[in-house]
């Protein structure tokens, strides 16, 4: 059964600096090691946007889509992928110094669509190395939005 994935950093910046960057779905690519692009559909970002996106992952590419299912300004934003219906979020909590960000991975019901799962047991190695290769890309995206945001 999938887990649930979260990863956090604390960022010498405000709120509202931090927003600037992560809901910005366009320069995910710049952060993330699994999204190649993120192409929001329409003008502005909010609940309801479409994206299509291009990840990567064990040198397998392949497009999916998602849909923006939360948009608070300076708190969080969330989108469901549609493929495997997921949902990746990133929420900002102030703190005393600025802000902490955290992005999660949630699976909806606890279990992904049985081709997913397949997808995940024969050509990524298994639930277990997927899910830590997750939680090492998240590392990195959070640790490259914290190198932007303070310099």
């Not at 909010?46 to 849909?67: D, E, F, I, Q, R």
């Not at 969080?76 to 493929?83: G, L, P, S, V």
């Not at 997927?130 to 998240?138: D, K, N, S």
């Amino acid at each position: 059964m999938p887990n649930k994935l979260e990863a956090s950093i604390d960022i010498a910046a405000a709120p509202e600096k931090v927003w600037s960057v992560v809901s910005d779905l366009k320069r995910i690519p710049e952060f993330s090691p699994q999204t190649l692009r993120m192409q929001p559909l329409g003008r502005a970002v909010h609940t309801g946007t479409w994206t299509v996106n291009l990840n990567k992952a064990s040198g397998y590419v392949y497009p999916t889509t998602s849909k923006v299912v939360r948009f608070e300004p300076n708190k969080a934003i969330a989108f469901r992928m549609t493929e495997n219906r997921t949902v990746w979020s990133y929420t900002l909590e102030p703190t005393a110094d600025g802000t902490r960000l955290i992005q999660r991975r949630d699976v909806p019901n606890g279990k992904l669509p049985w081709w997913l799962q397949k997808t995940i047991d024969t050509v990524f190695g298994g639930e277990q190395p997927f899910e830590a290769a997750l939680v090492e890309g998240m590392h990195e995206t959070l640790g490259k939005i914290k190198q932007t945001v303070e310099s």
